[in-house]
Nanobody
Framework: QLQASVGGSVQAGDSLRLSCAAS????????MGWYRQAPGKEREFVVG????????NYLSSVEGRFTISRGDARNVVYLQMNNLKPEDTAVYYC???????????????WGQGTLVTVSS
């Protein structure tokens, strides 16, 4: 199971941090990350991180503004979102898979969505 923190409503340029905690089958050392779905658009991959935390993948439009990291407890990941833009408004979904390739293509597990709203 994946339990994500609550999102929020912020102004453009503000920062927000999301977290996601995995429970259950963490012995598989899953890659974890985030997808998002904006109104009227398809769900898209945003960012992912390996279990070790040594490799990350970012959607180009968020690179340099968003940072994903693992906590000391490897089953928790954090998404620090800085300089948020109105186009970042979406429902964000935590996701997990056996490895990064699967995370990018077909995550095995999904958390509940959390709404992030960025106002201009």
């Amino acid at each position: 199971q994946l339990q994500a923190s609550v999102g929020g409503s912020v102004q453009a340029g503000d920062s927000l941090r999301l977290s996601c905690a995995a429970s259950g089958r963490t012995s598989t050392r899953p890659a974890m990350g985030w997808y998002r779905q904006a109104p009227g658009k398809e769900r898209e991959f945003v960012v992912g991180i390996t279990w070790s935390g040594t490799r990350t993948n970012y959607l180009s439009s968020v690179e340099g503004r968003f940072t994903i990291s693992r906590g000391d407890a490897r089953n928790v990941v954090y998404l620090q979102m800085n300089n948020l833009k109105p186009e970042d408004t979406a429902v964000y979904y935590c996701a997990a898979a056996l490895n990064t390739n699967l995370l990018l293509r077909a995550p095995s597990f999904w958390g509940q969505g959390t709404l992030v709203t960025v106002s201009s």
